[in-house]
C-alpha cells in the first residue's frame, strides 16, 4: 500500500499497530524487555506505524501500577530504546497518552476481578477523579475533579507529549475513547457536572478541546497528533454519532490530524459494548471523515489485510490499526508481501 503523508511525516504503509496494554512495567512506569521485544516484532514484521500503548501522563493517572508512564525523563531514556528500534526498522513509533479518571487504580486483568478489581489506597492504590463522582462498574467512587485538578490533567497532557518528542516519537495520539477522563467529560453518562465542564456538549467538549489544544502546541508542528475518539457510547442517553461528529469537527478546527475512530467503554454494561463484527468501526470512520475533512484509521476487529486495502482504496479510511491480529501474528503486515524477498529482514530470507 502506498505511504501516507502527515505534516511533515510519511508512514510507509497503512496498516498500523493499535495500541494494546501489556501491563508490563514495573512501578517505576519504564518500558522493560518485554516491550522492546513485543514492539520490536510487530516493526520488524512490515507494519507502517507502531502505537505503544496506553502510557499514562502522571502517576495518579494510570490504571494500574503496571502501566507505562511518561511523565519523567528516565522514562523518557528507557522509550528511546523502544523508538530507536521501531525506527530503525523502517516503521513509525507513536505513543498514546491517557489519564485514566475514574477508571483508574485497579488490578491488571489477569489478576482476582482483574479490571473490575479496586485496589485502595491502602493497599498501594491512589485516589481518583472523575468529571463526576460516579463509579466505574464496582472501582472506587472518584472524587469530582475541581479546577486545579482540570488544569494538572490538561498541563500533564502537554508535558507528556513534550516528553514524547525527547523520547522520538513521531506521532502521539490522545486517548478520549474507552472511558478514560477525556471520554468521561465528553459523555452524560459519566459527567453530570452543572458548571461550565457539564451539561451542553459544547460544556462536555470543553476539557477535551483544551488537552487537545495543549498536546497540538506542545508538540512540535511538524509532527501530527492524533485523538482516539469514541464514535458512540452504544447506549441511550450517552455520546452519538452526531455529537462525535461534531467533536471531530472542532479537533479538526484545533490542529489534529488524525482520529483513530473506535466506541464505547463508559459504562459496565453489556448493551454498552460495540457488536463483534468485522470492521465494526469502519462506518462511523466514513462519517467522520466526511464531517471533520480528517484522516481516519478505524480501530477494531479487523483481521484481513484485503479488507484493509479496500477501505483505503475506496476512501473510507486512510489507514487501519489493527489488534488482536498482531498478537497473534506479528509478521502478518509482511505476509501479504511474502513475494518481496526484500521486504522481509535479511535474517529471515531463509524462510522464503
Request: net charge negative; hydrophobic share 40%; proline share 6%.
Amino acid at each position: 500500500m502506498r505511504p501516507l503523508q502527515l505534516r511533515e511525516l510519511t508512514v510507509p504503509n497503512r496498516v498500523w499497530m493499535s495500541p494494546m496494554a501489556q501491563y508490563s512495567a514495573g512501578p517505576d512506569g519504564k518500558p522493560t524487555d518485554w516491550h522492546l521485544v513485543h514492539y520490536g516484532a510487530r516493526a520488524i514484521g512490515g507494519v507502517g506505524l507502531v502505537m505503544v500503548e496506553a502510557t499514562a501522563v502522571g502517576a495518579s493517572h494510570r490504571t494500574t501500577s503496571a502501566d507505562l508512564g511518561i511523565w519523567n525523563e528516565e522514562q523518557v531514556a528507557a522509550h528511546r530504546r523502544l523508538t530507536s528500534f521501531i525506527a530503525g526498522r523502517g516503521a513509525v513509533p507513536a505513543i498514546q497518552l491517557l489519564a485514566a479518571g475514574r477508571k483508574g487504580s485497579h488490578q491488571v486483568p489477569w489478576e482476582g476481578d482483574g479490571q473490575n478489581g479496586p485496589v485502595s489506597v491502602a493497599d498501594g492504590g491512589w485516589e481518583t477523579i472523575g468529571p463526576s463522582a460516579i463509579r466505574f462498574g464496582n472501582l472506587n467512587v472518584p472524587r469530582e475533579a475541581d479546577q486545579a485538578d482540570i488544569d494538572e490533567v490538561v498541563e500533564a497532557y502537554a508535558q507528556a507529549a513534550r516528553l514524547s518528542h525527547l523520547a522520538g516519537y513521531e506521532a502521539v495520539e490522545i486517548h478520549a475513547a474507552h472511558g478514560y477522563i477525556v471520554h468521561q467529560f465528553l459523555s452524560p453518562l459519566s459527567n453530570h457536572r452543572t458548571d461550565e465542564y457539564g451539561g451542553s456538549l459544547q460544556n462536555r467538549m470543553r476539557l477535551p478541546l483544551r488537552v487537545a489544544r495543549a498536546v497540538r502546541e506542545a508538540f512540535p508542528a511538524e509532527k501530527p497528533v492524533f485523538v482516539r475518539i469514541t464514535a458512540t457510547d452504544w447506549v441511550s442517553g450517552g455520546v452519538s454519532v452526531d455529537e462525535a461528529a461534531t467533536f471531530a469537527k472542532e479537533l479538526a478546527a484545533v490542529g489534529i490530524d488524525l482520529l483513530d475512530v473506535s466506541s464505547g467503554g463508559v459504562v459496565r454494561n453489556r448493551e454498552a459494548r460495540p457488536p463483534v463484527r468485522d470492521g465494526v468501526h469502519v462506518e462511523f470512520a466514513d462519517t467522520l471523515k466526511k464531517a471533520s475533512g480528517l484522516a481516519v484509521a478505524p480501530v477494531g476487529p479487523i483481521g484481513d489485510l484485503s479488507q484493509v486495502g479496500e477501505l483505503v482504496a475506496d476512501g473510507r479510511a486512510d489507514a487501519a490499526l489493527m489488534g488482536r491480529a498482531l498478537l497473534r501474528d506479528p509478521y502478518l503486515a509482511l505476509r501479504d508481501r511474502s513475494g518481496d524477498k526484500a521486504a522481509w529482514p535479511s535474517q529471515y530470507h531463509r524462510a522464503l
